[in-house]
Every structure is written in structure tokens, then in C-alpha cells.
């Protein structure tokens, strides 16, 4: 039964089309700090938006093949981060959340779904542009609204279609953003779990991770005492924590 959901966009979501795998094939990764693993990696056809998204087999994925509601497969769709995935950018998290992702999805099996939805969906200059404005004082939203964005124009329709042509019913969802599996659920992924990833707390980031837990609702156990002050109160932190 289809229940009427608020759209953050405002837009009404057609039906899930169908995407199928196009390639696959094994690369073998190795981090910057050493770590290693081998990834099956996934491209697709008839993806909604036509962009070159993939997915990253990790670990042992046989389960998937026969599905065992014990062993659900851990799943974690990854909105791509030029400046944080690549360059080690410390205004985000996301290149030590990508990282602790691919690490513990090998060590139980699952799928990494890198999502070419650069800056909250904006695209990576206007995200720049937002750095400049956050710069400026406004905060991740403030600025992204500032430029005529929405604050956050993710859309997990793609994550889905890839969910699907994958054989993936029933994911457990790594992630602390609870926008992602409510979307996933509308589209008719059974989200059995949400497992937190950890907290990457850094001087530079401090601000956006409290900002994203205020305004984005997101799960973030932000440490609070004497460091945390130090650290949201300066170098750019727009506020303490306000979750506890
Ligand atoms: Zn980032």
C-alpha cells in the first residue's frame, strides 16, 4: 500500500524503471593508509538519470545470491565527493566515512553504491560556491539555499534501480542520514537495519557535522566536552552540537 509521503522536492516520483547490469569486473583497491581489498565493480543500463553510477561488490557477496534472512547484505550508498573522496578534503567527512565504509562492507558482504551526486546534488563548482559563502558565516544549508539549491537535492532513485538489477530485496543500510532510508523505503527497498558509521571528527569539519546533525537530523553521536568546544567553536564551526 502506497502512502502519501511529504516530497522534499516537491516533484511526484514516477515508478522505479528498470535498470539492468551492463559490466562487471574485479579491481583490486588499496587505500592510502594501507588497507586493501578487491572490489566487483558494477555498471549498469537504463539508470534514471543517465549518469555513470556504480557499485562496488565487496566482500562475500554469495548471500545475496541466496538470500538468508539472517545475513542480510550491508549496503551503503555514497554521494560522490570530489574534494573529500579524492583529495582528503577535511571540510567534510566523506573521504573517512568511504573509506570505513569499503572496510566494513568487505568484512561482511555487501555493496557500496557510488552515486555521481556531487555536493548534496548540486554539482561540485556550486558546491565550491557554497564554501565560499560557509566562508562567509552562512552554514552547509543556509548556503546551498543562498545559491538557489535546495539544501540537499540527493535523490536515491538511482541507488534503488541499482538495488534492484542487483537482486538486493532486503539491504541493512550503512548510514547516518535517515532522509536515505525513508527515500529507499518509498522506492520499494526493504531497509531491514540503519547501521551508523563513525563519527570523523576533524577541526576544519567540526562545523559542517554539527550543522548536518541539527538541520539534517542526522544520527551523530558528536563527542561534547572540553575538545568538542574547542573544536565547533573555532575555525569555522558554525555552533556546538545539539544533539546528545
Ligand atoms: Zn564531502
Request: glycine share 12%.
Amino acid at each position: 500500500m502506497r502512502r502519501p509521503m511529504p516530497m522534499r522536492s516537491g516533484r511526484a516520483r514516477p515508478p522505479l524503471p528498470a535498470a539492468t547490469i551492463r559490466t562487471q569486473v574485479t579491481v583490486p583497491l588499496r587505500f592510502s593508509d594501507g588497507y586493501a581489498t578487491s572490489a566487483r565493480v558494477f555498471t549498469f543500463e537504463g539508470l534514471a538519470d543517465g549518469r555513470e553510477h556504480l557499485a562496488l561488490g565487496l566482500g562475500d557477496r554469495s548471500r545475496v545470491l541466496r538470500p538468508d534472512p539472517r545475513h542480510v547484505p550491508l549496503v551503503r550508498p555514497h554521494s560522490e565527493c570530489l574534494t573529500g573522496d579524492v583529495f582528503g578534503s577535511e571540510r567534510c567527512d566523506c573521504g573517512p566515512q568511504l573509506r570505513e565504509a569499503v572496510e566494513r562492507i568487505a568484512d561482511t558482504g555487501g555493496y557500496l553504491l557510488y552515486l555521481r551526486q556531487e555536493g548534496r546534488g548540486i554539482g561540485l563548482y556550486a558546491k565550491l560556491d557554497a564554501y565560499g559563502l560557509q566562508d562567509a558565516g552562512l552554514d552547509t544549508y543556509e548556503a546551498n539555499l543562498a545559491l538557489g539549491h535546495a539544501e540537499d537535492e540527493r535523490d536515491y532513485t538511482v541507488a534503488a534501480q541499482m538495488m534492484r538489477a542487483l537482486g538486493l530485496t532486503r539491504v541493512a543500510l550503512l548510514s547516518n542520514n535517515p532522509d536515505k532510508a525513508r527515500q529507499l523505503a518509498r522506492l520499494g527497498v526493504t531497509v531491514t537495519e540503519t547501521v551508523p558509521t563513525g563519527v570523523h571528527l576533524s577541526a576544519s569539519n567540526a562545523g559542517y557535522l554539527a550543522t548536518k546533525a541539527r538541520r539534517g537530523a542526522h544520527t551523530l553521536d558528536l563527542p561534547i566536552g572540553p575538545q568538542a568546544e574547542w573544536l565547533l567553536g573555532g575555525n569555522g564551526g558554525s555552533g556546538r552540537a545539539a544533539r546528545s
